[in-house]
């Protein structure tokens, strides 16, 4: 039988685009996220392109965490077994620090961060259970190294990563794998209006090699791998004077 993927954040850019491609190649899908007009074009968009693909959508808000537990069983059941889960839903809110903008905060790491570890962690209990699985985290360059006007964003990536370091670690030798991916700038509506987007990709190249690394099983990776993975590294010795420019 083909393998059961969940997405979260599949109404919009990286997460529609990976579902299309992983739609292509053959997987049953199950798709959330809080705009259920958009999965539905979306499932009707895969079908018309792979008439044999399988996909569940549901609504899901990632925030409402009991939900989250609520929304993978329910997805266990639609498409007949999880094997891979993607926490992909996520905002940048632009907060800017002692700007009054705390709400843009809470809510910041209530979907990058605790909204991706509830996912993850209903994920795991399942995986643990069936005694194999792959856990798929989708973090930032920018959690390298802490950034001027998106402070809660890059910390929200940077605890989801290193909360997905210990996941490794204390799954270690359960049969379940974990991938933390970095993307550098990919053409979504999370950052067209942003007014520089270096090495910029679109989506579906995005989606493309986001589908390789899972499928290679990578442990972490940037997206796309070169030149993020020098950048990153640049980005983490640079002097705070260059980086209070960016
Ligand atoms: N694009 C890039 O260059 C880039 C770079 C690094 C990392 N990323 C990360 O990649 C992920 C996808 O981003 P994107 O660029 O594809 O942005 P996007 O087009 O804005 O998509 C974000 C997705 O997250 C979902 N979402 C937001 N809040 C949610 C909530 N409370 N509950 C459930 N779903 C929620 C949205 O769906 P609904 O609004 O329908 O709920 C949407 O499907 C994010 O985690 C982002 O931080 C993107």
Redesign the pocket.
Known sequence: MSKGVFI??????????LALEMGRRGYRLAL?????E??EEIRETILADTPRAEVSVRK?????FDDVYAAFQEMVGAIGGIDIVV??????LGERIGRGDFDKVR?TI???LT??IATLDAAAAYFLAQGKGHLVG?????AWRGMPKSSV?CAS?AGLAVYMEAMRAELYRKNIDVTV???????????DMLPS?PF?ID?QK?AAIIARLIEKRAKSST?PVFPWNIIGRILKILPTRIIARM
Do not use: C, H
């Not at 979260?8 to 685009?17: E, K, W």
């Not at 926490?87 to 940048?92: I, K, L, P, R, S």
């Not at 970095?182 to 509506?189: A, E, L, Q």
């Open positions: 979260t954040g599949a109404s919009s850019g990286i997460g529609r685009a959330a996220a809080r705009r259920m958009a999965l899901l808000d990632v925030t409402d926490a992909n839903a996520g905002v940048a809510k209530d979907v990058n909204g991706a989708i973090s930032t360059v920018v964003y990536k991916l970095y993307p550098g700038y990919i053409d979504t509506p999370l950052n987007r910029l989506v995005g997206v």
